[in-house]
């Protein structure tokens, strides 16, 4: 049955608009603050980025199935890679994991919501909207077309006219906005929200991987908001950053864009450690082995990543003392990897292994992300990666690690959190029948891409030499294409097939460690009745069976009602959305050099930010200690 | 276990023999190394290689044993609940260790490798024998000038076999990549960066090069080829292109018509071409310099063959050769005068640097056509 609302008078707001307090209905999708609903937003927005990326990067290898093919022209490529690099790092890959953290970062620490409601939802906001506008560039004068990195000086104005550019730039420098809102919300929640008892060598590991990773997005951001500025202001206000007829040095981009752009590459790597560190244990019935290490190996890798961006200049010609030394500290980031990977094996070593479809996204993992991790290190060789470097080789390893590594764990964390976050289950046997589709799929289209690079092909190029023993490889990776799209129709059929037709999932379908398993499948809007308490590491499974850890028995925790006069739900609220879709005109304004429009959109945001200062509490109390479960929960 | 270490075994040698075998030789494979800073990478790739083997073994074994040893045998298995271990210090410990050997066992020799490959060579104070070349990456292709010999030329680097050829790299509009696989390993072509790269090849020989940096358009087509001939051959080569000015245009009326038609047609507003005129210098240095056109093997960044045919199709419509390059198209789609006017620009330009009329049609395909 449903939890009676009983509207305790709220403070009145002064806000043009009054906080909503809908539950259903798409309106109550605009202005939902709940961090849960704007997980599954986040979530659902990237499989939809998700989709783009993948159609685009099918008709790159229909284009090179064969040389001198002319499914595409040679701009069209550009735009087709383009776009695949860009949407998969900043709208697909990454998005998905802030969309997990939204989801389940609170309900692991045992919190009610994440610190600032509503910012998340703006930074949601902001991301759709930088999305949306980049891929309007379809329609209005072409894609960006400059490769996701965007090297200068090809993004200059007289090398680079068209408007594509312009849309990478600023579209980048908005959702770069809702990025760092999202982590700063990340860290003061994880910081300061945890259940009472949760110390920080109590916390789970995906939300300890996410912290790390919002500390890196703190400092990886900001130099590429930096360039992404010079560039605007070069090609809006004809500065001179990046412009080599003046003397400009086009080298401080790649500097400024590694900076960020290592980085970033375990912004969307750790999460996705996070994810695997709670789904092994989870199906091997055991205790993360190694947990300490795990941790400090992740931090260790938060501030390693800042120290090895030149890896990706080996060959601009930085010296030899320069790429000894990022060689050095890039050889230095393996070890924490594959202490890390040690300890998942070890995790399974001893269990009980089960073998859920979850169980089998997290070993394929292993062993693609151990490959990467390999291919990683050969490329981290200088003089090897004078030959690799820009060729197949670089693009097999980073498929390797961020498709075979970081879409695998999130794809094995879809299988584990689906139930939780819709309440029903998937099915095991299509889920297992696209797994077999997908991973070897994924191996055929990216392994041969070794021995292309290995063989001279360089990246980036519509078409390749034929009699140079670049066919083969090229025709079975285009082959592998396929084999991966019938795993990934099959994993979007799942989840429909889930949603509509899923058997009940229980609050607890995997016998799980964590606290999200707690509570209902889904969880009630204000996520426990009443506040966890915690006493250990696996607070929940130490719950279920509370002699299993230590050998004697944990003490029960005695979770506590939160409040006396009941649970305050806080309104919804209708500014973030509109500060968020306020830079759509403010980006389209910058484009096309219309200040009025850019002007107007400014105002909007200010008077937004008024509105949201002064809007009030609203909101609604729930009764104290609630025991009853809300509408559609099942135990 | 015995069939286990069979079938390890067996997965090494094919390693061993698809790595050895001739099966990634190839004109632009950096497994098929054919001078010493190739060799050098490939010895360190081979290295990591090997390295990997008992990497993967100890990885993919050990999970692999786990899966199948731990696995949940039946439902009430999978309730089981086994011992809740937290981690093993002893062993984390020396796993960490482990690791770290390994990456030691890397990074020696990597340093070592990077002294001996990238080390910049004094271009003020080179030895003899040395080469120095200067390359400049344009929108889609390469120029080469030997500013010790005075010779400018494009998309073929003509080297002399067994010495040290050092590439002073330049770009003039976006970056580029130089990139001879069977030679070195790449280096960027960077505007307003002073880059440089080395290598030797042991053998005459031609080994092909691609620009390994996305500079738009053309890229995919934006090729060359590294010549290497024996010093003999070298020699005449240098000859041949320190005469060009002074060489006759041939008595074939063909080539004559030729001639003209290269300046009515505006080729020479671009297209430097050395004896064009006696003492008059024509084209611009930001265009690709057809010096001694008839001793290329290639047309069009090394995307053709220079046969008659091959060219005749290039000046007849660039664009389907080589998508969005700069070249314009001279003559509209039902000119009745192309086919002739063609066949006269490509006899002309196929006789730049061939003493005669007669040996032109022996040396299509240049000099180095027999290689």
Redesign the interface.
């Known amino acids: 049955m449903a939890v009676s609302k009983v509207t305790v008078a709220a403070p009145a707001g002064s806000g043009v608009f009054t906080r909503p307090n809908w539950d259903a209905g798409w309106l109550s999708w605009l202005t939902t603050v709940d961090h849960k609903r704007l997980g599954l937003l986040y979530i659902f927005t990237s499989f939809l980025f998700m989709s783009a990326a993948s159609i685009e990067a099918f008709l790159i290898r229909l284009q090179l199935a064969v040389p001198n093919n002319t499914v595409l022209n040679p701009d069209a490529y550009n735009q087709m890679f383009t776009m695949h690099g860009v949407t998969m790092v900043f709208l697909a890959i990454m998005p998905l994991g802030i969309g997990f953290a939204n989801y389940f970062v609170p309900l692991q620490i045992g919190a009610r919501d994440l610190a600032f409601p509503r910012l998340n939802a703006f930074g949601y906001w902001i991301y759709a909207v930088g999305g949306l506008f980049v891929y309007s560039s379809f329609f209005l004068g072409g894609a960006p077309d400059a490769g996701w990195f965007a090297y200068s000086p090809l993004t200059s104005l007289s090398n680079n006219p068209g408007n594509g550019t312009d849309f990478y730039m600023i579209g980048l420098f908005v959702g770069g906005i809702g990025t760092l809102v999202t982590a700063m919300n990340l860290i003061v929640t994880i910081i300061s929200m945890r259940a009472p008892g949760m110390t920080m060598m109590r916390v789970p590991v995906f939300t300890w991987m996410m912290l790390v990773t919002a500390f890196m997005i703190i400092f990886a951001f900001p130099p590429l908001t930096i360039a992404l500025f010079q560039v605007i202001m070069d090609r809006t206000f004809g500065t001179l950053f990046y412009v080599p007829q003046a003397g400009a040095m086009p080298i401080l981009w790649q500097h400024l864009f590694w900076i960020f752009g290592h980085p970033e590459v375990y912004i969307i790597v750790l999460p996705a450690f996070g994810v695997i560190s709670e789904v092994i244990p989870t199906f091997s019935r055991k205790p993360l082995f190694g947990y300490p290490v795990i941790i400090l190996s992740g931090i260790f890798i938060g501030f390693m990543g800042f120290a090895v961006w030149s890896h990706h200049m080996f060959t601009t010609g930085l010296g030899p003392v320069v790429n000894t030394a990022f060689a050095l500290t890039s050889f230095v980031i393996g070890i924490p990897t594959g202490i890390k990977i040690f300890n998942w094996v070890g995790t399974i070593w001893g269990g009980k292994v089960v073998f859920t479809t979850s169980m089998l996204y997290a070993i394929s993992f292993l062993i693609t992300f151990t490959i990467g991790g390999i291919t990683g290190i050969m490329l981290a060789v200088p003089p090897f990666d004078a030959q690799a470097q820009d060729s197949y080789f670089v693009v097999a390893h980073f498929h390797y690690v961020m498709g075979g590594g970081a879409l695998m764990a999130f794809f094995a964390g879809v299988y584990y959190w689906f139930p939780k976050m819709s309440g029903k289950m998937m099915d095991e046997r299509i889920g297992k029948l696209g797994f077999w589709f997908l991973v070897p799929g994924l191996h055929l289209i990216f392994f041969p891409q070794h021995i292309a690079g290995l063989m001279g092909m360089p990246r980036r190029t519509q078409t390749y030499v034929a009699g140079i023993g670049l066919e083969l490889p090229n025709l079975l990776s285009t082959a592998g294409t396929f084999v991966m799209m019938i795993g990934l129709i099959l994993l979007a059929v799942n989840l429909v097939h889930g949603l509509l037709r899923g058997k009940p999932a229980g609050n607890d379908p995997w016998d799980g460690r964590t606290l999200e398993w707690a509570t209902t499948s889904p969880p009630p809007h204000h996520d426990f009745d009443r506040q966890p308490v915690v006493n250990d590491r696996d607070a929940h499974w130490v719950q279920k069976y509370p002699e299993s850890v230590h050998g004697h028995r944990v003490p029960e925790s005695a979770s506590e009602p939160y409040d006396a006069n009941g649970i305050h739900m806080p309104g919804q609220s209708w500014y973030p959305f509109i500060m968020g879709i306020a830079f759509l005109p403010f980006s389209y304004g910058l484009l096309y050099h219309n200040f009025w429009v850019l002007g107007l959109s400014i105002l909007i945001f200010f008077v937004g930010t008024f509105g949201w200062a002064f809007e009030g509490v609203g909101g609604h109390h729930l009764p104290a200690g609630g025991h009853a479960h809300p509408k559609g929960a099942r135990s | 276990m015995q069939a286990r270490r069979w079938r390890l075994g067996g997965l090494l040698l094919a390693a061993t023999l698809l790595l050895a075998g001739c ?2 030789a ?6 098929d190394p054919q001078g010493p800073v ?1 060799q ?3 010895d ?2 081979l290295w ?2 090997w390295l ?1 083997w008992p ?2 073994i100890g ?2 074994g ?2 692999i044993f ?2 199948v040893r ?3 045998k039946n439902a009430s ?12 210090t002893t ?2 410990i020396t ?2 260790v482990v ?2 050997v ?2 030691v066992l ?2 020696v020799p ?2 070592r ?3 001996a ?4 060579v004094d271009v003020t104070a080179l030895e003899p024998g040395d080469v120095l070349v200067k390359a400049t990456g344009y929108q889609w292709w390469f120029k080469f000038e030997y500013p010790e010999l005075g010779i400018t030329t494009a998309n073929e680097l003509i080297i002399p076999a067994g010495r040290r050829v050092v590439v002073e ?1 330049d770009s003039a ?3 580029h ?1 130089f ?1 001879v ?1 069977n030679l ?5 072509m ?7 790269v080395w290598f030797v090849a042991d053998q005459p020989g031609t080994y ?1 090069g ?12 934006m ?1 060359f080829r590294v010549i290497a001939e024996d010093d003999a051959g070298f020699d005449a080569w240098v000859a041949a292109f320190q005469g060009a000015a002074d060489q006759v245009v041939q008595a074939d009326p063909l080539v004559q018509r030729g001639q003209q038609l290269v300046a009515q047609k505006g080729c020479i507003g671009c297209h430097t071409i050395d004896g064009y005129y006696a003492n008059v210098p024509v084209g611009n240095p930001d265009f690709p310099n057809l010096t001694n056109f008839g001793l290329r093997t290639t047309v069009g960044a090394a995307v053709l063959d220079n046969t008659p045919e091959n060219l005749a199709a290039w000046l007849r419509d660039p664009q389907a050769v080589k ?2 390059n700069r070249m314009p198209t001279l003559w509209v789609v039902d000119d009745p005068n192309a086919d002739e006017e063609i066949d006269a620009i490509v006899a002309y330009l196929l006789s730049l640097g061939v003493p005669d009329a007669a040996s032109a049609a022996l040396a299509q395909g240049g000099l180095h056509g027999g290689q």
């Open positions: 099966e990634f190839g004109p632009q494979s950096a497994l190739a050098a990478q490939k360190i790739f990591t290689f990997s990497v993967m990885v993919f050990t999970l786990a899966i731990f696995r949940a298995d999978a309730k089981a609940i086994p011992t809740q271990t937290h981690g093993n062993l984390e796993m960490t690791a770290t390994i990456v890397v990074a990597t340093v490798t990077i002294f490959t990238e080390q910049r790299l509009d976006v970056l990549s990139w696989p070195a390993g790449k280096r960027d960077i505007p307003n960066n002073r880059n440089q092909y691609q620009c390994a940096e996305l500079c738009l358009g053309a890229h995919a087509y090729r998508p969005t």
